[in-house]
């Protein structure tokens, strides 16, 4: 590059056989030219440092969106945990209100005792109202309770978070009352540990439900009549086991029950097994819970194998079903 007193000649060399190239400049021109590039440079400094501003945003966006995300994912999990956790504890709820029926912390209600008619069905009044599908039904472990929580979202108003709240606030709630619940199902416990060995507790039988207790559609006369008991199918020859602690006071032969074993657990409870191809203890005899006392059969008035299984509780039939906790 070549300069004159007003002229600035630059000169560019492209090789050695090649001739230089020369651009003149005028002094004020090239300032002009210094200058916009000057401001070309900065102008480029600034856009790439709000290029720079502008990436870390993003990226910062990204996060939090991802931190949302993994939130609201994690309240989902946390949500469906309590969901769970509600069902087990209702469950729980339900096994303490039979504790509490079964220690007699809480007697039974007039609904759950049913007049009874022996091993015989007795048909109903005619217009009687007829028994819904499955009436009397009961399964060896009882129906989960429908949750008495307020609905995930009512109209869109209710949010996820909102709806977690209420569900620890009503755990919270139910938690102190079961705790409560539990301490007295304890102190009736240490007083009544006797009558506890004395009372039913367990299936006498494993197996399937085929009649449950109360109003059925009788299998020999079509007609409405009341069930006593529980019908509980299974396969011949199957052990049946006394529920609890008692005194054998009659093992013989009825024209209904067939082979029949009735057992008195004190306290004013008495159980009662019909239909047995055989049993296996003799009257006066002392058992406890869990012993051998019979086999399944299919004796008397029977359409096949299955255990007829009858409570009384203070010479009223109840529901078996409430006093089976396994």
Known sequence: MSE???ALTIVIFRGPTTRPLRIGLSRTAARRATIAGIFLILAELI???QYVMRTGEVWELRGFRQEVITAREQTTAFSAS???LKRRFLAIKEVNQRLRVMLGVEALKPEDYFNGQGGEETPLPEGSSQP???SGQVEN???APESNLPESKQGGEKTLAERVKQEISWLQHEVTYQERTSEELLAAANVRSQRWASTPSIWPVKGWVTSGFGPR?????GQLAMHDGLDIGTAPNKEIQAPAAGRIISA???AGLGNVV???HGNGIQSQYGHLAKALVREGQKVKRGDVIALVGSTGRSTGPHLHYMLKVNNRTVNPSLYILN
């Open 82 to 84: 309590l969901e769970d």
């Open 141 to 143: 472990s009882p129906p």
């Open 47 to 49: 856009l790439l440092g």
């Open 132 to 134: 819904a599908a499955g």
């Open 252 to 254: 013989g032969f009825d």
């Open 217 to 221: 559609i009788s299998p020999f006369t």
């Open 262 to 264: 009735t057992i008195d």
């Open 4 to 6: 004159s007193k007003d």
